[in-house]
């Protein structure tokens, strides 16, 4: 494939040095162009939430003409990045795009076409590299991916909603694989300010 016949991605990987690190970029496949940025996580540099500042500063360096993120616990499904590649000709390449992603206990997000918190995740974005257009990664929020999606400047409206599974999560989400009631749930998400 030349180089004018499709678009390059960034890769942004935030890492906390875990040996799952090189499962994740097995599973990227690169194409010619492609660039991939793992950033080593530096508490003493990075204060606040863990993985925020990094993907923050993976769209700072970020080259190529799209940006995807995953973590290093994560996994990209076989093919992705030709699916990936579909999508952005298919969305004429200047939209945002969300795929689906895949807990270990086969629970899939989204379930619905909306940017709601615990309905979005990071795996699952796929944003043309428009620096004017994206916000700050929050640095102090848990939810940093709900809150990217939710500040980039394109209209709701634009986002291209894409029903395959691109992405792996190597952990379970807790608000349903712990058999904590609602109230217990409540008091945890408070906790965490």
């Not at 030709?82 to 969300?98: C, F, H, R, T, Y």
């Not at 997000?109 to 620096?131: D, F, Q, S």
Request: net charge positive.
């Amino acid at each position: 494939m030349s180089r004018y016949s499709y678009k390059t991605i960034s890769f942004v990987i935030p890492t906390i040095g875990r040996q799952s690190l090189e499962d994740t970029l097995e599973s990227i496949k690169p194409w010619s162009g492609d660039e991939i940025l793992v950033i080593q996580n530096d508490p003493k540099r990075h204060v606040g939430i863990y993985g925020n500042a990094e993907r923050q500063e993976g769209v700072n360096r970020a080259v190529c003409d799209f940006i995807a993120f995953i973590d290093d616990d994560d996994a990209y499904t076989p093919g992705a990045r030709e699916v990936m590649n579909d999508a952005i000709i298919q969305s004429s390449g200047n939209k945002p795009i969300l795929f689906r992603m895949q807990y270990p206990n086969g629970r899939i997000l989204w379930r619905k076409r909306w940017v709601k918190n615990g309905n979005v995740g990071t795996p699952m974005i796929l944003v043309p590299n428009n620096k004017e257009m994206l916000p700050e990664w929050d640095i102090r929020h848990r939810w940093g991916d709900f809150h990217f999606i939710n500040r980039w400047k394109w209209p709701k409206k634009d986002i291209i909603w894409r029903g395959e599974v691109i992405a792996l999560l190597g952990h379970n989400d807790d608000k349903y694989d712990n058999n904590w009631t609602y109230s217990e749930w409540k008091r945890r998400l408070a906790s965490m300010g």
